[in-house]
C-alpha cells in the first residue's frame, strides 16, 4: 500500500488549517512540509513556527522536507517543530551521515533525497542511516512543475539498492505527480508519493487523492 503526503507548499496559506484539516478527512496519511533557503534552491518558503502551530491540529505524520544548505544547524528546531521524518539533501552538506545521525538520535526518521540529475547510485553509502529515500521529479523549488522522466530510472536503481542492501527503506518521489502519471512511479517500487499541486488545485481533494491513491496502489501491487 503507498501513502500519499499532499504538500503544503502549494495550499492557500490564508486558509492553511482548514487545508490541512481536508487532507486528513481525504485521508492523506503524510503531510509534505517543504522547507527553501533561497540559497540551496531559488525559492523562500517558511521554516518550522509555521508547521509548529499546525502540529496541534493533526495526528498525520510530518514529512519535512529540507531544501536548505547546512542542515545541520536547524536540526532541533525543526524536530522541537514536531517533524516525523526530516529529509536532507546529498547536494546540500558535506556531512550528510553525521546530519542523518543526529535526526535518528533524537527519534526521528531520516531520509536522503538526490535531485533529478544526480546519480542514484550515490545513495548506497547512506543506506544504513536512513529510513526513506526521497526521488526529486522536478528540479527542486517550486511546486506545479512537470514530471522529469528520468525520475523512474532513479526510481528503478534506489529501489535495487535498497532490495540488496536488506533494509527496510522507504522510496518516496516528490515532483509534478497527479492520479495521471503517479503508475509510472510505483510500478518500480516507490511507494510514497508526494503531490502538490494535483491535491491543492483539485475541485475536489478527496477525490484527487483517491484517485492517486488507486492508480498508484494498482500498479505498487502489480510489481510485487
Ligand atoms: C518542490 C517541492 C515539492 C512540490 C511538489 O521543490 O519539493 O514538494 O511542492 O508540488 P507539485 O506536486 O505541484 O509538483
Ligand atoms: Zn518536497
Known amino acids: 500500500m503507498i501513502k500519499i503526503a499532499p504538500s503544503i507548499l502549494s495550499a492557500d496559506f490564508s486558509r492553511l488549517g482548514e487545508h490541512i484539516l481536508q487532507t486528513k478527512e481525504a485521508g492523506a496519511e503524510y503531510l509534505h512540509i ?4 533561497g540559497v540551496f534552491v531559488p525559492n523562500i518558503s517558511f521554516g518550522a513556527p509555521v508547521y509548529k502551530c499546525i502540529r496541534k491540529m493533526t495526528d498525520q ?3 519535512v522536507h529540507l531544501m536548505i544548505i547546512d542542515p545541520l544547524r536547524y536540526i532541533d528546531d525543526f524536530v522541537k517543530a514536531g517533524a516525523d521524518n526530516i529529509t536532507i539533501h546529498h547536494e546540500a552538506c558535506d556531512n550528510q551521515i553525521q ?3 543526529y535526526i535518528r538520535s533524537k527519534g526521528v526518521k531520516a531520509a536522503i533525497s ?6 542514484p547510485h ?7 542511516f536512513i529510513d526513506m529515500i526521497l526521488i526529486m521529479s522536478v528540479e ?3 511546486g506545479g512543475q512537470s514530471f522529469i522522466p528520468s525520475a523512474i530510472e532513479s526510481v528503478r536503481v534506489a529501489k535495487q539498492l535498497v532490495e ?14 497527479s492520479a495521471k502519471n503517479v503508475d509510472l512511479v510505483t510500478s518500480v517500487g516507490a511507494n510514497v508519493i508526494v503531490a502538490g499541486s494535483a491535491v491543492f488545485g483539485a475541485p475536489d481533494m478527496k477525490r484527487a487523492v483517491a484517485e492517486i491513491r488507486e492508480n498508484g496502489d494498482k500498479a505498487y501491487c502489480a510489481k510485487l
Open 164 to 177: 540488496e542492501s536488506g533494509y527496510n527503506i522507504d522510496i518516496e518521489v516528490d515532483g509534478g505527480l
Open 34 to 37: 517543504d522547507v527553501m533557503d
Open 61 to 63: 505524520f510530518f514529512d
Open 122 to 128: 550515490v545513495l548506497k553509502p547512506y543506506l544504513p
Open 99 to 101: 546530519t542523518l545521525q
Open 114 to 119: 538526490i535531485k533529478p540529475k544526480t546519480d
Open 140 to 142: 527542486p523549488g517550486f
